[in-house]
């Protein structure tokens, strides 16, 4: 991974600090995102480094064939563990594979009617010993797609599903309806929405997989608009446990909304609020599988969680887009809480038994309230210069009602930022960012305050940009990082012992053209970091250990066309740790890394590209043993 970075950073030479990311906000509830981006495209990774193995392989293929829509979506994941070798045993290989599939196909029977067919497949094998080791499912679907107006198109399907978990196999019917409406207009009031039944019927289980999301936008003078979100999403899941005579379900609902109100105040000035509930409810039933006893009392349990978010937000942009100015007052809570079942028709004993168990499950009830506010702004000093400024200001409270929860506390936060770009002269650029981070957590209650504790982080980073030709680049960047973290009653309990982290970083990145097809790259990296106690008061700290990185790399470029790029380099990393103990550094431990790296990036052709970079390392281990390793990673992408 560290050679790897290294090449890339060599490659692209050097480039821009990135601008200030304000606060995110918590998106609504959704529904998964295909993870595929491109439309028709075959990609192929494979890496190794030391004994690690990953295979991934990714295709999508969206295509019309003789009048047949084909549309596939196939992932592969792979991942293979060599353990060293034992002196009995000698080495093991633990490999875990994940195959997953989905091909739809559809083809028009009538101008509004078509017939579909879906086949998916996930198949699940992991030989590492970790929970179940292997499972499976497969199903096809097929039935008829039916458009009766332009925005609306509904279908419905009906299959077998085949589902393996361990040595029990099951299977059963499956259906699913589907519908979908989009673009339609009522008097400048768009909508959309989209909804899905999905059960299927594997006895002794049954698993479930409903939604309806539902959607409205009107847009008003200029940029005013309002929007509408509401969702409901209800999903079973069972499978077996305890040895496999039981079955658990779990069943979880959803029911959210959320509103998006954008005005415009003055040109290039809009006011936003944004609201949003949701309510989730989880069920964890357990029964007997059917043909055996049932085992000893367990009670079913629910969870319920409520949520709330609120955020006012002011939004600035100049007509020439350099000046920016943004103000979030966000506000959120959360509220959960936990409950035991009690069997219908339980005898006397048994209601005493689930009271025990209720109570315990109350004591996880909790609830959070965050409180925000947070800015950026962006405003040029000239021409040639560029100052940003953020702040974050947020509180925390979170409260657990039973008095056996002591996990009560308060969390504040204040982060600040400062930053600013320079352009020197067309060749010369100067860049700083400056950070500084505090955060402080106070638990309410005695069992908890030994963790009472302030963190307090700041972190200055200038960056050099020159590039005097288009033969010559070289980017040199500092950064100094201070950490430190002091208990509240350190002097009272021998087990807080506030700490400090401190840490200093050189990069330099250099990119020499010696002809139109021959280059040469420089890369360096040292860090030295410590770490220690910290007496707060006095501001003095006793040093522990001490680190000191060192990362060189050379690289020969060669790209005969537009098409292929070649380089041969040497890459050189150390890592000294040492131990401080009455005022002096005594060396703890040595590494070291060295070897040849390469690198082919081809292009082949308009539709493909092959990466392949490889590196050969030399360890030399902190007992004076050495061991080589071969390292690669190799990238393919065809575009179909």
Known sequence: MRARAIILAMILGWTTLPAQEGVRQEEPIALPADTLQARNSLSVVFDRNLNTYNWIDRVALDTTVLGLSVRLRQQFLSNIIRSDPAPSTGP?????????????????????????????????????????????????????????????????????????????????????????ARGIDLDGYRFAGQGQFHTDFVEPRRLEDHFATLGMQKQFLGLTRDSLRAGFYHRRREFYTRADSAIESRTERIVAFGNTLDYELVPFTLARLSVSLANRGLDKDTRARPGLPPEDLVFDTRIDEFRLSAQLELLHRS????????????????????????????PPNVVVLWAQRNRQEQTKDNSARRTSLSGDFRFPVSLSDMVSISGTASILRYDTPSAQNVEDRDELLLALGLGSQHHLSRVLELAFVFEATQSQLVYLLKERSANNNTNTVIRFSPLLSYRPSTFFRTVNQFEVLANYTVYDFEDQLAIAR??????????????????????????????????????????????????????????LRYQPGSQLLLGVGFQYFSQSRYQHELGTRNLASFLRTTGPTCLVAWQVGRYSRIDFHGWYEERMLADGSRRTQPSMTLNLLVSL
């Open 92 to 180: 093991a290989t633990l490999v875990s594979d994940q195959n997953s599939m989905t091909l739809a196909l559809q083809r028009s029977l009538a101008p509004a009617v078509d017939l579909q067919t879906e086949w998916s497949s996930l198949i699940y094998d992991d030989a590492r010993g970790v929970g179940l080791s292997s499972s499976s499912f497969h199903y096809l679907l097929g039935g008829v797609g039916v458009r009766p107006l332009r925005e609306l198109a509904v279908s419905s399907l009906g299959g077998y599903r085949w589902d393996n978990q361990g040595t029990i196999r099951d299977r059963g019917p499956a259906l699913q309806l589907t519908a979908s």
């Open 319 to 346: 007509p020439d887009g350099r000046t920016a100015l943004s103000g979030r007052l966000a506000y959120s809570e959360r509220d959960e809480s936990h409950q035991a079942k009690l069997p219908a028709g339980a």
């Open 498 to 555: 506030s700490f400090s982290y401190r840490q200093f970083a050189w990069l330099d990145s250099t990119a020499v053209e010696v002809t139109n097809q021959v280059g040469l790259d420089f890369f360096a990296y040292f860090k030295i970091y410590e770490r220690g106690q910290l007496n707060w008061g006095e501001f003095t700290e006793r040093l522990e250990s001490s680190f000191l990185d060192r990362t060189l790399a050379v690289q």
